[in-house]
């Protein structure tokens, strides 16, 4: 029989209980090192103090009024995204996916606006992951995630990452513009190049198209910028975040300069819950935390440590990890072994990944990460590959 909750994830035996920084207590009593942060979404951590008080005690005042009203909390967290970042202007929704749906009707809308109608198809990349609505199936281009679902929805021309060639060789004159990831999370946690990003940014403006960026997983604080692409030094026209934005709360946003966002008007995008009190609290107060000077920096300090600690494990055991890759706290380790045995190693010693494409694991801690936190799931990790390469070298012996 079915069970109640649908069965669309094969879930690990465990359930948490309480949580406090990265550390998960189980319902059983066991206790975890959290490096999947929920898929890097609990970016303060679990039980963070402020957080929670945000939380609570905009809960007990209301939670939900309806975009038919003003929000005072949604308009001072529009004001601070946008004085943060390269944007004019914020729309708020609840999730990756519905963000980057939003960001593709903006695109499209602002090409119909200005003069091109014909303009509505997007250049998107291999290995991409932009969600599982229907339209964001067909903008990630898997397979997998459409089979069964009818026609793939049209407009979503795929061209391999970080090759500037294949996109300049994809632009037609329907081209309305290019969505893409700077750091791929689900496909394999791959990193486009610095340059690869600013040469998308120039193309785009030689041909007159709209560059939006998935931030989903690769922004707010990840990569010890705000945003992965302030690495580049150029900033996108639109971009989509989720994941981390409100700590965990469900929350999504677009953010876009003005000549993108205007072409939105009352009556052409909306959303029920989008921005409501309750997870613009949280997001307030998650901003509050990784707008303090040191926060970022802090960040950036402990996923080198991170890193190198990754870098040396790989080349201490080339028979069970080919690599390690990422940037920031989105980083992976790239299997020999099939990523989910070693996901299952890590499990026994305590720690949570995540599985990615590419037979990665991916490894994406809470941001409030502590030295001592970093330590120990190195050696988590070391062990876990230690028992890992005994089990392999068993199996080829055999
Ligand atoms: C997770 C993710 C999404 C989808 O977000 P949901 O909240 O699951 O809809 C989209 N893009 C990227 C880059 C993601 O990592």
Wanted: charged residues 20%.
């Amino acid at each position: 029989m079915i069970p109640a909750l649908m069965p669309t994830y094969s879930r690990a035996d465990v359930a948490f209980d309480h949580g406090e920084g990265a550390w998960l207590t189980a319902t059983d009593g066991r206790r975890f090192l959290d490096f999947g942060a929920g898929i890097a979404t609990s970016s303060l951590g679990h039980g963070h103090p402020h957080l929670v008080a945000a939380i609570t005690e905009q809960a007990a005042k209301v939670i939900h009024t309806s975009n038919l009203y003003r929000v005072p909390q949604a308009e001072r967290l529009a004001a601070r995204l946008v004085e943060a970042t390269f944007a004019d202007s914020v729309f708020f929704c609840n999730s990756g996916a519905e963000a980057n749906e939003g960001m593709v009707k903006m695109i499209r809308r602002a090409q119909y606006e200005t003069g091109h109608p014909e303009r509505y198809r997007m250049i998107c990349f291999n290995g991409a992951f932009h969600g599982r609505t229907l339209a964001m199936i067909s903008a990630t281009g898997n397979a997998k995630y459409l089979k069964g679902f009818g026609p793939a929805v049209d407009g979503f021309d795929h061209v391999p990452f970080d090759n500037l060639n294949a996109v300049r060789d994809a632009i037609t004159a329907e081209t309305a513009g290019i969505m893409v990831e700077p750091i791929q999370g689900e496909g394999g946690v791959r990193p486009a190049s610095l340059r690869f990003l600013r040469d998308m940014r120039s193309t785009c403006d030689e041909f007159g198209l709209i560059l939006g960026m998935d931030e989903v997983q690769s922004g707010m604080g990840r990569s010890g910028r705000l945003f992965a692409h302030e690495w580049a030094d150029v900033a996108p026209d639109v971009m989509s975040s989720a994941k981390g934005i409100a700590g965990g709360v469900p929350m999504g946003a677009i953010l876009a300069r003005e000549h993108v966002a205007k072409h939105l008007t009352a009556g052409s995008h909306g959303t029920t819950f989008g921005g409501n009190p309750l997870a613009c609290a949280a997001a307030n107060a998650v901003l509050d935390v990784m707008l303090e000077p040191s926060f970022l920096p802090e960040v950036d300090r402990k996923a080198r440590r991170l890193w190198f600690g990754l870098v040396e494990i790989a080349r201490e055991m080339p028979d069970v990890f080919e690599d390690a890759r990422g940037a920031g706290l989105l980083l992976g380790l790239r299997c020999v072994p099939p990523n989910t045995e070693a996901q299952a190693a890590f499990f026994d010693e305590g720690l949570l990944t995540v599985a990615a494409g590419d037979n990665v694991v991916r490894i994406a801690p809470p941001l409030v990460i502590t030295d001592a936190d970093v330590d120990t799931a190195l050696s988590m990790i070391r062990a876990g590959g230690h028992k890992l390469a005994r089990g392999h070298h068993q199996v080829a012996a055999q």
